[in-house]
């Protein structure tokens, strides 16, 4: 289901004790402290485990073990980016000072290499900042099976034709 975890961090604020989800959806859901979070292939095993047929074992996830294990693991690392010096040193104090960039080059000069390889050198995402980022991938429905935090920064790519709808979200 779209939007797991901000439904898991309201039924915590509700003071639920337990919250079901979709098998696919529980260690996503299971991020949030302080709420048992069952995940469930059937409506035959809710019904199982709500009648007390069949006994399940609440989903624990460790959090912060997860956001800090995957925090510095980078597919495309800017370390692998040779040459190019000015370049690098441009994207290197945009980074450190959260500024903007707009690159103009023709094409293979490698500005969507190194825009790709940007989020490895930003700081890192705090523990608030990455819940409220996978809170967002969540209601999207955009969180890849089998995640339960987003701990990088999210890097976007969008073709420069992309119409200003598009780019901020579309329609339907």
């Known amino acids: 289901v779209k939007g797991a975890l901000p439904i898991a ?6 003071h639920f004790k337990g919250l ?7 260690r996503e859901a299971a991020v949030v402290n302080n709420l048992e979070v069952y995940g469930m292939r059937s409506i035959s095993q809710v019904v199982a485990f ?19 294990e995957q925090q510095y693991s980078f597919d495309l690392d800017f370390s692998d980016v040779r040459g190019q010096q000015n370049v ?11 500024h903007n960039l707009i690159m103009v080059g023709p094409p293979g000069s490698g500005k969507s290499m190194m825009a790709k390889r940007l989020p490895s050198i930003l700081p890192p995402l705090s523990l608030a900042e990455s819940l409220e980022t996978t809170q967002i991938h969540s209601v999207a429905g955009k969180l890849q099976r089998g995640t339960s935090l987003i701990s990088q920064r999210p890097f976007r790519a969008p073709h420069h034709t992309i119409s200003e709808v598009a780019l901020v979200g579309g329609g339907a």
């Open 9 to 14: 961090i309201r039924a915590r604020a509700e």
């Open 20 to 26: 079901i989800v979709p098998e696919q959806n529980v």
């Open 50 to 68: 709500l009648t007390g047929k069949e006994q399940f074992a609440p989903t624990v996830i460790d959090t912060r073990r997860e956001f800090y």
């Open 88 to 98: 690098k040193r441009a994207l290197e104090v945009a980074a450190a000072g959260g």
